[in-house]
């Protein structure tokens, strides 16, 4: 299935050219005029020469050796890996917003305006909540903004003297980095035995330094925190505000709103919930609701319309927290976000949470028989099982997600929530067709049967893959991130 790729710059011969360019219209400098000599190669870079055939074929060969959401089942936990609706793409591709440049006049960008203008309005409606940014480019940026405009309010109040931020064991990294790059002690809560914050924790450590509390609800093991008006009450008497990291939201949308629940404060992952395509690295987008009493903060500019219907960006904001981010956030997945919202509906958004959360407690009930079930709930989103039966028999989570990979199928998340001992995080998404949770759980269930028949060639996985397992600890300490000569690669490799 994967034949051998030869590596870009070691294909093509000398004089081949992929590109044919028009006659030069202007006036031509030579090189040694233009740049200073010190800045000129004495010798050309050994770049390869390659036809437009060669390029073509090189990429489309990596491309089929990689592994995406258009290809087959992506159920990574707390990544929401769904599918994500061509449409979007091309409301993002209309030329009308892709070519706008932020520094045009106001009454030129008038559609774009409104379009940030009505997105705030929905998020702040699934959020439960009355303003929202849309600049921050991330979920964690959101994160930090959030917890920024916590700062700003306390302060305002003359109550700085509050530097702690509650988050459950459960919580996604980001959140405690979030936290202590805002300045902030954190203090852990544990998780109690059904998988919800601990309240008497929660009502023991909050108090006079209590700035906030950070939650994901669903939380990270997919399960929804019965607790929640009880926590957000405590947290709320001790004078402190309430976090929620809306990163999947896949399991709330147009069912129950964060702000019904208590927080003061919400982001979303538009990349995540609201379907930009993600994992490549970006762009995203992490817009963050709040409650009017945090409104003042946000950052300039805000948009804002007139009683004649026209929208301004306002940026006289005396209180802003200032500015996180350049502009006005990653305009084209605000559009992707507003297509996908305007193209459901609310009915279409809570049939979207609906879906989602059918199908992870249809997986969970299908490999509860197989592998360790350490919450036994309903399920939210996503769900998490513990590969403890397996390691039983030698075989690690990792090595079960490595063998998923000879069936052709993506791992799911692993080793998190750290909670869990072996933990195997599954978000299957509303988008999958029963076949594609089918065939997940049916390769999952021969792994389990492969793991009490053979276990080496669970451990051995993946057999089929193009590469087999990789020195993860090696590639991100030291990645090597461009291609060098071969006898230019020996000898580095000799140095280090
Ligand atoms: C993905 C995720 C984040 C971080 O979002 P980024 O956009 O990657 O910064 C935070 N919290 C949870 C629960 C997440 O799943």
Redesign the pocket.
Known sequence: MFEATPLLFESGAPGRKGFAFPPCDVPETSIHEAIPPEFLREEPAPLPELSELEVIRHYVRLSRKNYAVDVGIYPLG??TMKYNPKVNEEAADLPGFKRLHPYQPEETVQGALELMYHLERFLCEIAGLDRASLQPS????GELLGLMLIKAYHASRGEEGRDEILIPDSA?G?NPASAAMCGYKVVEIPSDERGGMDVKEVKRRVGPKTAGLML?NPN?LGLFDENIAAIAQAVHDAGGLLYY?G??ANAILGISRPGDMGFDIVHF?L??TFSTPHGGGGP?A?PIAVTKELAPFLPAPTVERRPDGSFYLERHRPQAVGRIRSFYGNFGVLVRAYAYIRAHGPEGLRRVSEHAVLHANYLMRRLAPYFDLPYDRHCKHEFVLSGKRQKQRGVRTTDIAKRLLDYGIHAPTIYFPLIVDEAIMIEPTETEPLEALDAFAEAMIQIAQEVERDPETVKSAPHRTPVGRLDEARAARRPVLRWRPPAEDTAATQER
């Open positions: 707390s990544c991330a979920g964690a940026h996604h980001t994901t990270t990291d990163a999947n992952n990349h995540k995203g992490g």
